[in-house]
C-alpha cells in the first residue's frame, strides 16, 4: 500500500514539474494555451491514474469476505446467545430449588438441572443434607412447578 502511495504521488509530482518546464519554455502565443490545457490534462491524468488502474475484482472479493465473516459472526454470536440463555435458565432453576430448600430448612449446597431442547427442566441433581421427609416435599415442589418426574430428581448428601 505504502509502495501505491510513494508512485501516485511521485507520478503527480512528475506531471506537475514537466508541466511547468512545458509552460515556462513555451513562447507567449496562442500556443501557450494550447499547451497550458495539455499540463492541465496530464495533471489530471496523473491524480485520476489510481482510479483508472484500480482493480475492481478486489473490492467485490473482499465484500464477499467481508458477508462471509459477518454471517459467522453472527452465527458465533447466536450460538454464545443461546448457551448464556440457557446457563441463566439453569441458574434461575437452581436458585428457585435453593430457595425452596431453604424455605424447609435444607441447606442445599448445589443444584445442577439439566434442559431439553425446549429450555424446560429435563432432570436435577441436588446435593444437600435432607431427611425423606424433606426430600419428598422438594420432590413434589420441584415435580409440581417445573414438571420433572421424581424418578429424574437425584440425590445426593452433602
Known amino acids: 500500500m505504502n509502495n501505491l502511495l510513494k508512485s ?57 469476505q ?3 465473516d ?10 454464545t446467545n443461546e448457551n448464556l440463555t440457557l446457563a441463566l435458565i439453569e441458574r434461575s432453576f437452581a436458585a ?8 424447609l430448612g435444607v441447606e442445599i449446597t448445589a443444584v445442577e438441572v439439566s434442559l431439553t431442547a425446549d429450555r424446560e427442566p429435563e432432570s436435577v441433581a441436588i446435593t ?4 425423606a421427609e424433606q426430600r419428598f416435599v ?4 420441584v415435580a409440581v412447578t417445573f414438571g420433572v418426574e421424581r424418578g429424574k430428581i437425584f440425590w445426593t448428601e452433602g
Open 8 to 64: 501516485w504521488i511521485l507520478g503527480i509530482v512528475c506531471a506537475s514539474f514537466i508541466a511547468a518546464i512545458m509552460q515556462a519554455i513555451t513562447p507567449e502565443i496562442r500556443a501557450k494555451r494550447v499547451v497550458t490545457l495539455a499540463c492541465g490534462v496530464l495533471i489530471m491524468v496523473a491524480v485520476a491514474k489510481p482510479i483508472i488502474n484500480m482493480d475492481y475484482s478486489g473490492i467485490s472479493l473482499y465484500q464477499a
Open 70 to 79: 459477518g454471517a459467522a459472526l453472527a452465527a458465533r454470536l447466536d450460538e
Open 138 to 141: 422438594i420432590e413434589r415442589e
Open 66 to 68: 467481508l458477508k462471509a
Open 128 to 131: 444437600a443434607l435432607a431427611d
Open 96 to 103: 428457585y430449588i435453593s430457595d425452596k430448600g431453604k424455605a
